[in-house]
């Protein structure tokens, strides 16, 4: 099993173009979740998906949209990039039951924009 | 939401020597506890969790501790490694998980 993967690796963009992340899963995980990670400050969680179909807001979601089409799939976009989204994304997934199980992280996409 | 406080944010230990490092939070609601390990390069790993049923979780060389009274619980590294070296995330979890700013841990050989 591969577990969690994302796609790229590594991503510049300039100030107000748009870009997606993708995240996959094969462990048939219902929960699936994107966080950033910045210096000092931990993961903080931008959305969340407890099935396909359906996602939620997390602690900062602004200037992020997300969609989950297929299960095994979570999308992250960024409609028009600011600086401020410079930061490394984590997507992770888990068994139902997202505050009691394990979450697996992906290996993260280094985000910067100029 | 929840507050989750770390410390301390760095920690140098020389190998052998233990490693603890605390995590305190806000909302008395919270009932499950999870440390992550983040290797450089890496995502989060999970390397123990707790319940907020239990007070004392151990598994072979690291240690959790959960006092819900006073809202906080501790990751407690014994013999350490400089495999052990890496940036360790408290977590807390309710309706929504919370982490911590992270500790910096290193080994010294």
């Known amino acids: 099993n591969a577990g969690v993967t994302q796609t790229p690796k590594f991503r510049v963009l300039k100030t107000g173009q748009s870009m997606t992340l993708l995240c996959a899963q094969d462990?048939?995980?219902?929960?699936m979740y994107w966080y950033r990670q910045d210096p000092g400050m931990g993961l903080r969680l931008i959305h969340y998906?407890?099935?396909?179909?359906?996602?939620a807001k997390g602690e900062v979601p602004d200037g992020y949209n997300v969609s989950r089409l297929k299960k095994q799939n979570f999308l992250l976009g960024l409609e028009s990039a600011a600086p401020s989204q410079t930061s490394v994304y984590f997507c992770?997934?888990?068994?139902?039951?997202?505050?009691?199980?394990?979450?697996?992280f992906g290996p993260g996409t280094r985000l910067t924009v100029t | 939401g929840e507050n989750v406080e770390q410390h301390p944010s760095t920690l140098s230990v020389q190998e052998g020597d233990s490693a603890v490092i605390k995590c305190t939070y806000s909302d008395s609601a919270s009932n499950y506890f999870p440390w992550y390990k983040q290797e450089l390069g890496k995502g989060p790993q999970l390397i123990i969790d707790?319940?907020?049923?239990?007070g004392e979780k151990k598994d072979q060389r690291i240690a959790v501790t959960l006092n819900k009274t006073a809202k906080h619980f501790s990751l407690h590294i014994t013999e350490t490694q400089p495999e052990d070296s890496a940036v360790y995330f408290c977590?807390?979890?309710?309706?929504?998980?919370?982490f911590g700013t992270g500790t910096s841990l290193t080994v010294i050989p």
């Open positions: 977590a807390v979890a309710g309706n929504q998980f919370y």
């Open positions: 707790i319940r907020s049923n239990v």
């Open positions: 462990m048939n995980h219902e929960y």
């Open positions: 992770a997934s888990s068994y139902a039951g997202r505050t009691s199980y394990e979450q697996y």
């Open positions: 998906s407890v099935g396909e179909g359906t996602t």
